[in-house]
T-cell receptor, first 115, second 114 residues
Framework: SQTIHQWPATLVQPVGSPLSLECTVE??????LYWYRQAAGRGLQLLFY??????ISSEVPQNLSASRPQDRQFILSSKKLLLSDSGFYLC??????????????FGEGSWLTVV | GNSVTQMEGPVTLSEEAFLTINCTYT??????LFWYVQYPGEGLQLLLK?????DKGSNKGFEATYRKETTSFHLEKGSVQVSDSAVYFC?????????????FGKGTKLSVIP
């Protein structure tokens, strides 16, 4: 069966520090991968998605970036965090094409607090 | 473009009450529709889905029917429990080339009191 893991689960970072959140998927090949952000009291915002290694699409311009160095690994980064980057970050995956019926599955989430 | 509108919360119900969370959508073509649930401090879990008109998704006592004529996918449960307290998200995935994306509603927070 397919599983998705992201880490760290919780982190507190000072303003201006770098960020790296990692996500891996097991049990599938060539998945579509996603990073979402959920700010306090707000809905889900799609940040990045990737349909293959090295292919990253950004939905929202910001000081965050994403990379996909391996087929099942997706990394969210920042060189200098802002207070407004605080939130709950969710990694997600979907099977390629029409596999899994367009269902997107989410990881456990990472709480980021920028202080 | 695609959009999802769901009723704003928070919704507070007593245990064993009937639940309805309204969701309507705007999309071209034939989208798939989903309900996700987020328990406190956790990620989102797929609750149920429907991929074509008149399909009924069901899970854990929750149901939702894909109504193309009213562009709706309302979530219902006949008797809620305290353990159902969570945030519920309605979402759609467009068919065809856009199927890699998911558009979410803003979420509805449900609190069930004993």
């Amino acid at each position: 069966s397919q599983t998705i893991h992201q880490w760290p689960a919780t982190l507190v970072q000072p303003v201006g520090s770098p960020l790296s959140l990692e996500c891996t998927v097991e049990g599938t090949s060539n998945p579509n991968l996603y990073w979402y952000r959920q700010a306090a009291g707000r809905g889900l915002q799609l940040l990045f998605y990737s349909v293959g290694i090295g292919q990253i699409s950004s939905e929202v311009p910001q000081n965050l970036s994403a990379s996909r160095p391996q087929d099942r690994q997706f990394i969210l980064s920042s060189k200098k965090l802002l207070l407004s980057d605080s939130g709950f970050y969710l990694c997600a995956w979907k099977g390629p094409g029409s596999f899994s019926g367009n269902t997107i599955y989410f990881g456990e989430g990472s709480w980021l607090t920028v202080v | 473009g695609n959009s999802v509108t769901q009723m704003e919360g928070p919704v507070t119900l007593s245990e064993e009450a009937f639940l309805t969370i309204n969701c309507t959508y705007t999309a071209t073509g034939y989208p798939s529709l989903f309900w996700y649930v987020q328990y406190p401090g956790e990620g989102l879990q797929l609750l149920l889905k429907a991929t074509k008109a008149d399909d009924k998704g069901s899970n854990k006592g929750f149901e939702a029917t894909y109504r193309k004529e009213t562009t709706s996918f309302h979530l219902e449960k006949g008797s809620v429990q305290v353990s159902d307290s969570a945030v519920y998200f309605c979402a759609l995935s467009p068919g065809g080339a856009g199927s890699y994306q998911l558009t979410f509603g803003k979420g509805t927070k449900l609190s069930v009191i004993p």
